[in-house]
Structure formats: structure tokens, C-alpha cells
T-cell receptor, first 109, second 113 residues
């Protein structure tokens, strides 16, 4: 059974800092990996989807990488802003979709 | 833009009540999903459906049932609500197949007292 782990569980950084969120998974036979953002009490917003054949995807200040062989993905956020404060979840698609527990990010002004 | 809507943002029900949570998507997606999200446990799949009238159990189907009579609508039913079903419920949809991303609704926070 696929296990998805996100470390750290919480992260606090000053505004303007570049940061990396980590996601690891145990079964490398994945179809894709998706990063989501969740604001408190709200649903999930899709940020980036990386297919298994891809190495990375970029959207604005966000860059997600995928290393299937090592079972890792990173989400890089450049020049962080207070509005980036949220919980970030990764989800891995095999025959079903498995979610990590998320990293709660706080960007301090 | 894909839009997934859920009938209620907040719901408070009593133990033993029958509860209906509705989800509607407007992008003609074949797949629809119901998850619950609990602190420390992440999202867990309750049921999913890949077509009208089709359903498959997820990881935690006990105490729940679903209905999909129309392609755009997927309902989650708690036959007899219990306090351990207090949770955030999230609906999602996607195109058929493994390559497509899931789109989520805003969630329903259900409290069972």
C-alpha cells in the first residue's frame, strides 16, 4: 500500500525567503503526483500536476520536481509572501490516490 | 474553470439522523470522489464513482453509502450519523483515467452531536 509522507509537518519562515516542501512516497509505480494548497476550513486547490514521465512543472513562483526512482517530490516556493500561508498537500496517483498529511506553512511579514 | 460545489459549508446533526451531503460538478467528469479529512490522518477515500450508478468502496466505507443517479451529482449518505463521523467532507471530480487531476469542492464541515 502506497504511503505518502510530508516533512516537515509545519514550517514558519520570514517573508521573502525561498523554501522547499518535501513529499516522499513508497511505491514508485505512479501515474502522477499532484500538489494542492488548502486554506483553513476550505477545500483543496490544485497547484501543479506532474505526470510520471515528467521531471518538473512550474507555475509562477512555484516549481515542483519529481524523482520517481527515489520516491520524492519537492515543491519550491520562491520569494515567499504572507499570502502563501496555507497547508500544502501532495497526492500520489497509482490505482488510487494517496495523500500526505500536509505541511502547514506560515510566512511572517 | 472546473467548478465543484457542495450543498453545505457547515452542518450540525444529531446522533442517529440520516444525513445527505450533495456534490455537483459542471465539467462532465466521469469520476467523482468523497473523502473525509481529519487532523493527523489526512484525506481518506470513502467512496468513488466512475460512471452513473457505478460506485466503488474506498478505504473507509463503513457507515456511509453513496448515490450517483446523474453524471454531475454524487451524494454521500450517512444512514445513522454518529459522533465519530464528525469531520470535514471533501468531494472531488476528474476525467476518467489515471492521468487527470482531481478538482475539489470547498468542503462540508459536519458536526454530529
Amino acid at each position: 500500500k502506497q504511503e505518502v509522507t510530508q516533512i516537515p509537518a509545519a514550517l514558519s519562515v520570514p517573508e521573502g525567503e525561498n523554501l522547499v516542501l518535501n513529499c516522499s512516497f513508497t511505491d514508485s509505480a505512479i501515474y502522477n503526483l499532484q500538489w494542492f494548497r488548502q486554506d483553513p476550513g476550505k477545500g483543496l486547490t490544485s497547484l501543479l500536476l506532474i505526470q510520471s514521465s515528467q521531471r518538473e512543472q512550474t507555475s509562477g513562483r512555484l516549481n515542483a520536481s519529481l524523482d520517481k526512482s527515489s520516491g520524492r517530490s519537492t515543491l519550491y516556493i520562491a520569494a515567499s509572501q504572507p499570502g502563501d500561508s496555507a497547508t500544502y498537500l501532495c497526492a500520489v496517483r497509482t490505482n488510487d490516490m494517496r495523500f500526505g498529511a500536509g505541511t502547514r506553512l506560515t510566512v511572517k511579514p | 474553470d472546473v467548478k465543484v460545489t457542495q450543498s453545505s459549508r457547515y452542518l450540525v446533526k444529531r446522533t442517529g439522523e440520516k444525513v445527505f451531503l450533495e456534490c455537483v460538478q459542471d465539467m462532465d467528469h466521469e469520476n467523482m470522489f468523497w473523502y473525509r479529512q481529519d487532523p493527523g490522518l489526512g484525506l481518506r477515500l470513502i467512496y468513488f464513482s466512475y460512471d452513473v450508478k457505478m460506485k466503488e468502496k474506498g478505504d473507509i466505507p463503513e457507515g456511509y453509502s453513496v448515490s450517483r443517479e446523474k453524471k454531475e451529482r454524487f451524494s454521500l449518505i450517512l444512514e445513522s450519523a454518529s459522533t465519530n463521523q464528525t469531520s470535514m467532507y471533501l468531494c472531488a471530480s476528474s476525467l476518467l483515467g489515471h492521468l487527470y487531476e482531481q478538482y475539489f469542492g470547498p468542503g462540508t464541515r459536519l458536526t454530529v452531536t
